[in-house]
């Protein structure tokens, strides 16, 4: 299992161009232990994802954010602490509907099985057609980059940012519930910023002397989503600052970060992957140390795979099978 880290980080760092986030991440949501022998090899993987990924698709930032003069001023900080509070009770209910929903779906045995996957991709197309037809926007298909950064620039309007919240949220839960295909780390980032640009909207409502609220909320919502699901504070900190370049928003995102942390962890203490095992039946911590000064991040994986094989005689009528 001591590879596990090393690909997960080599697989951010070439995903996000985020070398920095993909080697803290490692440690702080798999490892657990910055001692941990696997540093080395984690840094060197994460590195040379990263000069692959830059030498195919250049040294740039994902996102192109304007600039944010007023990041340092006291309503700035405010609103971001309340961004924060918001975006950890959010995180909270993105958090339970995904596992409620894929309890629902596990339940289902039988013939429907196999059906589940294509019922949760028919849902979510059925929720993006919906929102095409009305708004002409397909951003709960995919990441959709290009909402993603018009909602860091405070284009859309408030409406539209409540529409893409809502459609993105129950999208990604149907569709990973279900056992589809997409994940939770990209679209989380997409909920965090529609959440924060509706916050800056309102702030704007409501008298923010800040002339780019919206936009600089949109950012700071992309972390305090992120680190209130994925439970990784550090890490969505400098993942937002290597998504995006803007270092001026850093006292923002770390206290909105923060509060949305503390309050998804009161919320549930248990993370949202080690939930995801449990629902499975997999509880890494009651599984036996292979000896007392290590821990279960250094089990073979023969320790926690399935043995039990099911084979199909190669004549059996499809109908049987």
């Not at 001023?73 to 909270?92: C, D, K, M, N, R």
């Not at 620039?153 to 409540?162: D, I, K, W």
Request: contains cysteine.
């Amino acid at each position: 299992m001591s590879l596990i880290p090393l690909g997960c980080a080599g697989g951010i760092a070439a995903a996000f161009n985020t070398p920095l986030a993909a080697i803290v991440f490692a440690f702080e949501e798999i490892m657990g232990d910055l001692k941990h022998r696997a540093f080395a090899g984690i840094v060197m993987v994460a590195v040379i994802a990263a000069v692959i990924e830059r030498s195919l698709l250049g040294p740039n930032s994902i996102f192109q954010v304007p600039p944010h003069p007023d990041s340092h001023a006291l309503g700035t900080l405010v609103w971001s602490l309340v961004l924060g509070l918001l975006a950890g009770l959010v995180s909270h209910a993105f958090v339970e509907e995904l596992l409620v929903v894929r309890e629902g779906v596990k339940l289902i045995r039988g013939r429907y099985d196999w059906m589940m996957p294509g019922v949760g991709g028919s849902t979510t197309g059925v929720i993006g057609a919906a929102i095409f037809a009305s708004w002409g926007n397909l951003g709960v298909f995919g990441i959709v980059y290009s909402d993603l950064s018009a909602a860091l620039f405070g284009s859309p309007g408030l409406a539209l940012l409540v529409v893409l919240l809502i459609g993105k949220f129950a999208a990604t839960v149907f569709s990973y519930a279900s056992g589809g295909a997409g994940r939770i780390f990209a679209p989380t980032l997409v909920i965090g910023a529609m959440l924060g640009g509706i916050v800056g909207s309102l702030a704007d409502l409501v008298g923010s002397q800040s002339s780019s609220m919206p936009s600089a909320l949109a950012l700071v919502g992309m972390g305090a989503m992120f680190a209130g699901t994925i439970r990784a504070p550090v890490t969505s900190i400098l993942t937002i600052f290597e998504l995006t370049g803007d270092y001026a928003l850093i006292l923002p995102i770390m206290a909105a970060n923060l509060s949305s942390y503390a309050i998804a962890t009161k919320l549930r203490r248990v993370p949202i992957y080690e939930a995801l095992l449990l629902q499975d039946g997999i509880n890494l911590r009651k599984f036996p140390i292979l000896r007392p000064d290590r821990g279960w991040q250094n089990l073979p994986v023969s320790t926690i795979m399935t043995n039990t094989v099911r084979t199909l005689e190669a004549r059996l009528p499809l109908g049987r099978a």
